[in-house]
């Protein structure tokens, strides 16, 4: 914290610069002598509560954010053409530009005195004792500990938290930038979008002659004081490559620039891991791991989007030996039979030929899946190549994966990304998950607007499909797209939204997040990249800063707020998310690949689900072959027709043993993965296999899966009216180590809702809200995007 003498100086300095703005505007502004007289008192009210032992750990954040962005709001309103250039880079903003930048400045004023109005109706209420809370546990950025599955700071666990791209340009050592407030994770990458990415581990520091040149001192020079990341960038490689091997973009992707498949490729990856691996052995930098690649992704279906890329708009040779190779291996040497299945007739493996981009209307086909399973397979096989290469000089790197969580909970399959073998490759979970509100670009609400006050399908699902595949891992999402994304953002977005989402990742299973993205200088400027004229070829970096946190006090405010509470209480929340899954939703892949709607129709059933009290597990073959099967009580198949004989036996080898399967229909695995029916039915051997005849509902389902469970959560009942016949709470409950009960609830729901909580032999009970300590008793109104921590003795 800084010093009576330092905050006088940074006043007076604050003053003097905004003086300098009022002279260019003409006259003083009175919102900023508002928000400035009020930031006044709730100093004199900090002082006060420290007389009395109260933590103001969150005021001092509330304190920072309010004089960065009335700074903010000076340099917005003396450089409105500027701020106007911004917004007008955003498709959705383009129109109204001129406005938006005319009201920004006062904008951020006004939410500059909302942020610190409840700073002194905290500060009141706790001195007046009328209220208590837990203080801060700060994190200690310098001294993390790296455990089995979590992050540690002074033995306690810790959910670390900072912005993915920040501030480019700037050192680490920057307190500006690297604090408490923002978040003081060391970027081992930064210079997003450009092809030779700073501080990222790239091909750019190799030579042509093996040598490396200068650029490796931007991954070495970072001090090894803090915690931290370094990211491998596969946006590009240098011209000497492109002139050693010509095919090198051919099959190329995104944000990976080059093919996979290129053996000179893999050669100067291996030459750049190893080496980068050997120099950051050790560091406090690798903490959070190397991150393989930046969403990762190989559409290879006709009139995709990301075709405009160039995206596999063709396939290498070497791709094509490959997959000669593969489907020799896959087919035993049979081309009869390969034939037989895709319907051709060629000679032999070595004369397979495939159209690429595929056909979108060759779903369900033999030659739809073999490709689909393949262009997986060789992305898993080169993630192994990498993380293998790096293991070489750099034995005990943890690793992760960027991968979009919508590769899992959409339906197109075409990409490459097997979720399950990424997940389970790498030391770490890795993601980019998003929610959001309305899609921009959706001229009428949306399905779930009917039920719910935010998109959460794509984070819980894939969260849960995460952890269920990897539930001893750190969780590190390292682009959290909560408070904006290229196609959501809103210029006021609720407080409580930013408190819901953060929260409900957490309780999903994240340790850490880098949220999307900061972007002031010190003196509220862009930073360099988002200066002059931008002609970037994706809204998510031009478009980026317009109706970001970047211009938002409240947002950027209670995002580590959130943080500092969710820290103040990770021993219950570790307590609470570490529940058993007693249900396993089981997963196809095979039927994912191959069904158009797969992962909506199973989505259904999940969200029947999810309101329970309890978290939802998923089954795979190779979870039920490698994980204790007594950590869940019943495996759901519904709607999955295709399956591999390998996963069609893992179920029936884990009835065999004892365990409960609930199918929907005779229909589910049905099939093989090319469509031929299967003469075989899963018997119960020695355990119980239940059978929902005739065209089974969700709600059927439900019903038994709910009577077929043991949960700790059935100890505590819940019931909710928010005036639909939807349920809109997430609760989770356990036990502290007093034995007594915590319950944690997220009103995700559009609606208000009334809630009752009771035991379950009906006794009434007495709930103490711990995040302000007071009484709620059994039964309370929980706001929709209220977040509610209780404790009941």
């Known amino acids: 914290m800084a010093t009576k003498k330092q905050s006088t100086i940074i006043r007076i300095l604050f003053l003097a610069f905004s003086l300098i703005a009022m002279i260019s505007c003409g006259e003083k502004n009175a919102l900023e002598e508002e928000a400035l007289n009020k930031i006044s008192k709730l100093e004199a009210l900090m002082d006060k509560a420290k007389d009395k032992s109260i933590d103001v750990t969150r005021e001092e954040t509330t304190l920072w954010f309010a004089n960065e962005f009335l700074k903010f709001a000076n340099w917005d309103e003396v450089h409105q053409e500027d701020v106007e250039k911004l917004f007008g880079y955003y498709e959705p903003f383009k129109e109204d530009k001129t406005k938006y930048a005319e009201d920004l400045p006062d904008f951020e004023r006004k939410k500059v005195i909302e942020i610190v109005d409840k700073g002194i109706n905290d500060l009141e209420q706790l001195i007046a004792g009328k209220r208590t809370r837990r203080p801060v546990s700060k994190v200690d950025w310098e001294n993390i500990e790296v455990a ?25 050592t920057n307190k500006s930038v690297y604090n408490d407030h923002l978040g003081n994770i060391y970027h081992g990458g930064q210079r997003l979008y450009d092809v030779n990415m700073d501080r990222a581990i790239n091909p750019f520091i190799l030579n042509e002659d093996g040598t490396f040149n200068e650029k490796i001192e931007l991954i070495t020079e970072i001090p090894d004081t803090n915690v931290g990341f370094l990211i491998l960038w596969n946006m590009g490689m240098p ?12 099959g190329r992707s995104l944000f990976t620039g080059f ?33 393989l690649s930046n969403e990762p992704h190989w559409y290879s279906e006709k009139n995709h989007w990301t075709a405009r890329f160039n995206e596999m708009t063709e396939m290498s040779s070497h791709s094509l030996t490959k997959l000669r190779n593969w489907l020799k291996v ?32 060759k779903r369900g086909t033999p030659i739809w899946y073999d490709w689909c399973r393949y262009n997986m397979d060789r992305s898993i096989d080169w993630f192994a190549y990498l993380q293998g290469e790096l293991h070489k000089t750099n034995p005990d790197a943890d690793t992760s994966i960027k991968i979009m969580p919508n590769m899992f909970t959409e339906n197109a399959r075409s990409h490459g990304i097997d979720t399950e073998a990424l997940t389970d490759l790498t030391s770490m979970i890795g993601n980019d998950a998003k929610m959001r509100e309305r899609d921009v670009r959706s001229k009428k609400p949306e399905e779930w607007e009917e039920r719910y006050s935010y998109f959460w399908e794509e984070m819980s699902v894939a969260y849960d499909f ?9 969780h590190f999402n390292s682009e959290s797209h909560f408070l904006s994304a290229s196609w959501w953002r809103k210029l006021n977005t609720p407080a409580d939204y930013v408190r819901s989402t953060t929260w409900l990742a957490t309780l999903h299973g994240m340790d850490a997040q880098l949220a999307w993205f900061w972007a002031r200088d010190p003196d509220g400027s862009p930073e360099d990249r988002l200066e002059g004229e931008l002609n970037f070829f994706d809204p998510a970096l031009a ?6 946190v970047n211009q938002q006090p409240h947002v950027a405010n209670e995002y580590t707020q959130v943080m500092m509470d969710l820290n103040s209480f990770s021993e219950e929340i570790f307590a609470l998310r570490k529940q058993r899954r007693p249900i396993r939703l089981f997963h196809s892949e095979t039927s994912a690949i191959n069904k158009k709607f797969h992962m909506t129709e199973q989505f259904s059933l999940y969200e029947a689900l999810y309101f329970e009290g309890f978290p939802i597990g998923y089954a795979t073959e190779n979870i039920i072959k490698k994980q204790d099967n007594s950590t869940w009580d019943a495996i759901v198949v519904y709607k999955t027709p295709y399956a591999t004989d390998g996963e069609f036996d893992a179920l029936q080898s884990y009835l065999n ?10 229909n589910s695995l049905s099939q093989n993965e090319y469509g031929q029916k299967r003469s075989k039915l899963l018997s119960k051997g020695k355990g119980n296999l239940i059978v929902v005849g005739g065209n089974a509902s969700v709600e059927e389902i439900q019903k038994i899966s709910l009577e077929n469970i043991t949960v700790s959560s059935q100890e505590i009942i819940l019931k909710e009216d928010n005036g639909s016949h939807h349920k809109g709470c997430v609760w989770r409950v356990a036990k502290n180590k007093e034995g007594n009960f915590i319950v944690n609830i997220l009103n995700v729901g559009k609606n208000d809702a009334k809630l009752n909580l009771s035991f379950k032999n009906s006794k009434k009970v007495n709930a103490i809200n711990m995040m302000n300590g007071q009484e709620l008793g059994s039964e309370f109104s929980l706001k929709s995007n209220g977040v509610l921590l209780l404790e009941i003795k």
């Open 239 to 250: 011209d000497w490559v492109h002139k050693q091997a010509p095919e090198l973009e051919k």
């Open 657 to 666: 043993q004892g365990g409960t399967v609930i199918i929907d229909s005779k």
């Open 466 to 474: 995460m952890e269920s595949v990897s539930p001893e891992k750190i």
């Open 259 to 291: 093919d996979i498949d290129n053996p000179t490729a893999r050669k100067v990856w291996s030459d750049v891991i190893q080496k980068a691996g050997a120099l950051t052995k050790g560091k406090k930098v690798t903490q959070m791991g190397y991150i």
């Open 543 to 548: 478009g980026s800063i317009a109706g970001s």
């Open 330 to 361: 896959r087919y035993k040497g049979n081309i009869k039979e390969l034939n037989k299945n895709w319907e051709s007739s060629f000679k032999n493996f070595a004369s397979v030929t495939i159209e690429v981009p595929i056909d979108k209307a």
């Open 148 to 172: 089995k599955d979590m992050f540690l700071s002074h033995g306690k666990p810790v959910f670390l938290y900072d912005y993915f791209s920040k501030t480019v340009g700037k050192q680490l």
